[in-house]
């Protein structure tokens, strides 16, 4: 019999965002690639469209480690931007890392008691060879001030106890979202450096 393709992962990429420490101003993130090459490219990026200052995103990345069926892969820093990852291909790898969000530009990311804010190209790693790979951003509820809500540019579609369900292809308007929530976020294919960037923001309700 004639060998079928596998169909493509609905969830090939999986990045979860949490609030790692508030007064350190730290992102805590879980990147999921469930297809991995054996040598696996991951990059932030040097500038970003629309901003053509160099800005060394990479430089605000902290303790990537990676980690395959519960064993420590070696990570390997290529360059000012890019890593490579040893790891079995074609099984589930997961990468984590913090990121130090202390630049009020809204090119970058900011992280501190009263608000955060993100550009996708702040926090998310793009892995190499994937580029055209579905795209999942969870917005992890964890550690949230009651306080706060979510404002994305995304429209919801579904909600659930603990957390909201956004399609990346409704880019209709801003909207807040309950206080102490958080979201599953899922954005076009073709996720790249070449588009406008995802952008996520928290904020308390009363400052």
Not at 95 to 116: I, K, N, P
Not at 148 to 173: E, N, Y
């Amino acid at each position: 019999m004639p060998h079928k393709p596998r169909p493509p992962d609905t969830r090939a990429l999986h990045y979860r965002i949490s609030l790692a420490d508030l007064h350190a101003h730290l992102f805590g993130v879980s990147l999921t690639i469930a297809r991995p090459a054996a040598q696996q490219r991951v990059a932030l990026p040097v500038w970003i469209p629309g901003s053509y200052l160099v800005r060394e995103f990479a430089r605000n990345l902290l303790g990537l480690q990676a980690r395959q069926d519960g064993r420590s892969c070696p990570v390997r820093q290529l360059d000012k931007c890019s890593w490579q990852i040893e790891c079995e291909p074609d099984r589930p790898l997961e990468l984590r890392y913090q990121v130090y969000a202390f630049d009020a530009s809204v090119r970058a990311a900011w992280l501190d008691t009263l608000r955060g804010f993100f550009n996708s190209t702040s926090l998310c790693l793009r892995v190499e060879g994937q580029h055209d790979q579905p795209h999942r951003l969870e917005l992890q509820p964890d550690g949230l001030p009651s306080s706060w809500q979510l404002a994305t540019g995304l429209s919801p579609i579904k909600v659930d106890r603990r957390l909201w369900r956004v399609s990346g292809r409704q880019l209709r308007r801003a909207g807040g979202l309950p206080g102490g929530t958080g979201a599953v976020l899922e954005w076009p294919l073709h996720f790249g450096w070449n588009t406008t960037p995802l952008c996520c923001q928290w904020r308390a309700t009363q400052l």
